[in-house]
């Protein structure tokens, strides 16, 4: 991948762009003003011309974790900036710095080519990598935090670049500073840093289950592939944001009021003194999977996807999402939480 020393400080423009393309739910919605980030010097400017035009503003990476309205008005900030390189190594650890715009499952790969294992149970989460640290995104027993050294972003209160250490981005389960504070950073480099010690994480039960043959961080990345492959649907064929809520974290005392009336409650093992429940079983024992409400529904497989069948719009999708949400509090007094961004 190319890095953008030679990018034009003025970003391209794009009137009315639509953007069925660029989000993974397949919505049509339309961005009135498309800006396309290629570099992080665009930003300053452009952020004082939105300032000045008083325009609503947002940034939209790959799209695989928003829910877009019809139009996106004023501008949206199409975050392409590229390159990804090795700055330095120490005995311990070897550092990269990465472009936001960086396709985050690209960037796994080129990882294991150069022989730095560790992102490989987080292979093929849909994005780019300026995303990854928005919701800490993880998968089989990992989170992208535990790879961040800091990050790169326009901080738009300050209006100067600043780099935030991995402490400083607050880094929770599907949560970080960025996603608490909204429309205030824009991230437009991340550095990572890749112990060498590495140790193959296979916790998870869909791992743990082919253990014996997963020997290196290669055949891990494979089994993972595999394994969401067959699990989730591919926003290629049927339009989908993956998960669409976050697995509700209760207190110990809901939980064991809960298995004495749901002996298989599906839960795992949280921070001290709770429980993170499965809002997948949760949902399916509502009696929801597979259940369509107009033009979305209820992925048939795992109750967790919300999938778009064609046209479903914003406001379809918050529909389904509401049912679902009323149908779980009623049965369980248990709230489900949306885990895309509204935008
Ligand atoms: C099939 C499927 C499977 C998925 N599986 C997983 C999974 O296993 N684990 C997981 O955690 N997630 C998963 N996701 C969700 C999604 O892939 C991640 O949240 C991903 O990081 C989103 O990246 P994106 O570039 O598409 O972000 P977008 O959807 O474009 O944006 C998401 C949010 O981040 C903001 N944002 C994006 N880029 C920047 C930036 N550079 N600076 C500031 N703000 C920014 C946007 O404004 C928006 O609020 C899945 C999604 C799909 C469709």
């Known amino acids: 991948m190319n890095c953008a020393k030679n990018a ?26 498309a800006y396309e980030i290629t570099a992080a010097e665009q930003i300053p400017p452009l952020m004082q011309e939105i300032t000045q035009n008083q325009w609503p503003w947002r940034v939209l990476g790959g799209g695989s974790n928003v829910i877009l309205p019809p139009v996106l008005s004023g501008a949206t900030l199409l975050m392409n900036i590229d390159g990804e390189k090795v700055t330095h190594e120490d005995s311990e650890s070897t550092y990269l710095e990465v472009g936001a715009g960086v396709n985050w499952h690209a960037f796994v790969q080129w990882t294991l080519d150069q022989q730095l294992p560790g992102l490989e149970n987080l292979a093929l989460i849909p994005g780019t990598v300026g995303a990854a640290p928005i919701q800490n995104i993880g998968a089989y027993g990992v989170e992208v935090a535990q790879y961040i050294d800091r990050i790169i972003a326009f901080d738009t209160t300050s209006n100067q670049f600043v780099t935030l250490t991995n402490a400083a981005c607050e880094f929770a389960y599907r949560d970080s500073i960025f996603k608490r504070q909204p429309g205030r950073f824009i991230v437009t480099q991340v550095v990572f840093k890749l112990p060498k010690a590495w140790q193959a994480r296979l916790h998870y039960a869909d791992l743990q289950a082919m253990s014996a043959n997963l020997t290196t961080a290669k055949d891990i990345f494979a089994a993972v ?9 591919n926003p290629q064929v049927i339009g989908n944001a993956g998960s669409f809520f976050q697995n509700p974290l209760v207190s110990n005392q809901q939980y064991q009021s809960l298995l004495s009336t749901h002996p298989n409650l599906v839960s795992y093992p949280d921070k001290a003194g709770h429980r993170k429940l499965a809002a997948g079983w949760l949902i399916d024992q509502c009696g929801l999977k597979g259940h369509r409400l107009g033009e979305v529904g209820v992925y048939e497989k795992q109750a967790l996807v919300i999938v778009n069948h064609g046209h479903g719009t914003a406001a379809d999708i918050l529909a389904l999402a509401k049912l679902i949400q009323d149908s779980v509090q009623e049965r369980f007094g248990v709230t489900l939480e949306i885990e895309p961004n509204i935008l």
């Not at 003025?10 to 961005?31: E, V, Y």
């Open 225 to 233: 592939c595999d394994i969401r492959t067959k699990k989730l649907p």
């Open 8 to 33: 034009p400080l003025s970003p391209k423009l794009s009137l009315n762009l639509g953007l069925q393309l660029r989000n993974t739910f397949g919505i049509a919605g339309i961005a009135e003003r």
